[in-house]
């Protein structure tokens, strides 16, 4: 610890111990598939986010905040559990999170919290892999990576491996239940305040999932009419947004109406970029709604595009409102985080810090590098700089789809000052790029199981 993270720290101590006359309260809240540029907070002016954009200017909104992932489930392993993906068993999508691996809601538990998880899980689905072998004494939501948001069922397949093509997947708890017609997203965030209510006199932990505006496009007309000059495609995904949107201002309600409001603290991120998916467009041509900009790339690629995610953090009276904080945060710091403030311990290896001290009291970033692997892609950013190796954009193109070749193999960018990864700088900063190779090798091989 620097000198100015010691003092942070320390300024940090007087304002947590009168916010922990109770435990504090924690909620997590998970967009899906979301582009890190739409928000009204975040600059865009066609959509209308204003509930999310209130939870920003109540704390800190991080300008540098990273998924450990650029697709769902690895992305949510690190959420659970606060490690990278690698070392959490689930490297890619179709992997269960075990049952060996422990996560926030199972740490809270001996500290008398009430855990609940409304929404998607996608990290298994047998007896000992769904959310309840998982530390969470509530769940409500489904096991696959995405259903349909009114017949909540998962129509998508997995070519062969998957003995049902289509099947239903809505369950409270362990128990499957049916809720025909019903729009998913007000229903996560009715079982959301609903949790919060029952549970207002404990100290709780409620993580929710939204799985908008992930694919398949379903939104009411009632939030298509917020957005009337729209074209079809992004006027859908902004009324998907929409609902979150309501959501997240019924959950701070609720938690206002319960007089909670200085004893939670709020998390907003989401899993990982905007997609091109053909399941995501219209007619089935590569979808064109959501929007990762400046940054390259889409979900599936490790250009910031595909991970660089929106990040919020807020808890009055411990983290100053109106923060713009640029330093680098990664959603596995969030384990950690829950965990201190909490009052907890963790005699386990983690590979997320505490971040509580960046967004309380302008601490320095405690990651000196940040890591991602998918398929044969890494990267690597440590600083300004950012090394990505055979990289893939995974734009609307076939081209876009396949491994940058040549020189573009090693792409080596300065973020400030190019934060598209436009410019490949890695003939300039031969020795930069051997650096920070040995590192991603480094750390791939240290994160095997």
């Known amino acids: ?22 435990r504090p309260n924690f909620i997590v809240i998970m967009t899906d598939d979301q582009g890190l540029h739409d928000l009204g907070c975040l ?9 999310i954009d209130a939870l920003a200017a109540s704390g800190a909104r991080f300008t540098n905040w990273y998924s450990n992932a650029p697709v769902c489930a690895p992305s949510r392993a690190a959420l659970m559990t606060g490690r990278y993906p690698i070392r959490a068993g689930v490297p890619t999508n179709g992997q269960p999170l075990t049952a060996q691996q422990r996560t926030t809601a199972s740490l809270l538990k001996p500290l008398n919290y009430r855990t609940g998880l409304v929404g998607k899980w996608h990290l298994g689905d047998t007896p000992d892999t769904v959310p309840n072998a998982h530390g969470f004494d509530y769940f409500y939501g489904f096991h696959p990576g995405c259903v349909d948001f009114y017949s909540h069922i998962y129509y998508w397949g997995d070519r062969g491996n998957n003995p049902q093509v289509n099947f239903h997947s809505l369950f409270r708890n362990r128990q499957e239940i049916f809720e025909d017609g019903e729009y998913l997203t007000e229903r996560i965030t009715t079982e959301a305040a609903s949790f919060i209510g029952r549970h207002h006199a404990d100290p709780f932990f409620l993580t929710v999932t ?16 917020r957005f009337p000059m729209l074209r079809q495609e992004r006027q859908t995904y902004a009324a998907m947004l929409a609902a979150v949107d309501d959501g997240v201002g019924q959950i701070r309600a609720a938690i206002s109406q319960h007089g909670l409001t200085n004893d939670t603290l709020i998390f907003y991120v989401a899993d990982n970029g905007a997609t091109t998916e053909n399941r995501a467009g219209i007619g089935q041509q590569p979808a064109t709604a959501g929007d990762n900009s400046p940054f ?13 995610v929106p990040g919020i953090m807020s808890w009055p009276g411990v983290i100053p409102g109106g923060q713009v904080n640029s330093e680098l945060a990664m959603t596995m710091d969030i384990l950690p985080t829950i965990t201190k403030a909490a009052g907890g311990t963790i ?19 405690p990651h000196d590098a940040i890591f991602w692997k998918n ?11 950012k090394l990505v190796l055979n ?34 700088l890695r003939h300039a900063n031969a020795a930069l790029v051997d650096e920070l190779s040995s590192l991603i090798h480094k750390w791939s091989e240290d994160m095997r199981p």
Do not use: C
């Open 375 to 385: 398929g044969n892609q890494l990267a690597v950013r440590r600083g300004d700089w």
């Open 43 to 51: 600059g865009a002016t066609d959509l209308k986010t204003p509930h």
């Open 391 to 424: 990289g893939i954009t995974y734009g609307r193109t076939p081209e876009e789809k396949k491994p940058l070749t040549g020189d573009d193999a090693v792409f080596l960018s300065n973020l400030p000052a190019d934060p598209g990864e436009t410019r490949n």
């Open 296 to 308: 390259r790339g889409f979900k599936f690629s490790l250009f910031d595009g595909g991970m660089h």
């Open 1 to 22: 610890m620097n000198r100015r993270q010691f003092i942070s720290s320390a300024a940090a101590a007087p304002a947590l111990a009168a916010a922990q006359s109770r």
């Open 347 to 365: 005699s386990h290896t983690v590979d997320g810090k505490d971040i509580l001290p960046v967004a309380h009291a302008g601490a320095k970033s």
């Open 210 to 225: 939204y799985n908008a505006p992930h694919y398949p496009m379903h939104a009411p007309e009632k939030y298509k009419r």
